[in-house]
């Protein structure tokens, strides 16, 4: 009877700890997912942004066409820009060809 009363106190305790590690689980993701909808939303205004803004004739002279065509496109381009890696296939900085051409 004596082991049977231990036993059942391990078990809550371990149970309790796993209930709090889970709680936390959820609250990381959570957390992170809202971190993405947040980063999609401010990526996809500014991509649509661009989109409509940017002259696609004047885009397709300069070459950089490819980059602003659409969404989906630009909103890769502008992924691109905030992590690190914003040059055209030549290895030229976009935000300098499109500031040169733009003003």
């Not at 993701?29 to 500014?46: E, G, K, Q």
């Amino acid at each position: 009877v004596r082991m049977a009363r231990i036993v059942k106190i391990f078990r809550l305790t371990m149970m309790k700890d796993l209930r709090l590690m889970m709680r936390g689980l959820i609250a990381g993701v959570w957390t992170l997912a809202l971190a993405f909808v947040l980063l999609f939303t401010v990526i996809y205004v500014i991509a649509g942004t661009a989109t409509i803004a940017l002259d696609t004739r004047k885009l397709a002279e300069i070459g950089l066409h490819a980059y602003f065509y659409n969404i989906p496109t630009t909103m890769f381009t502008a992924f691109r820009c905030f992590t690190g890696d914003c040059v055209n296939d030549q290895g030229h900085s976009l935000t300098s060809v499109l500031s040169r051409e733009f003003g």
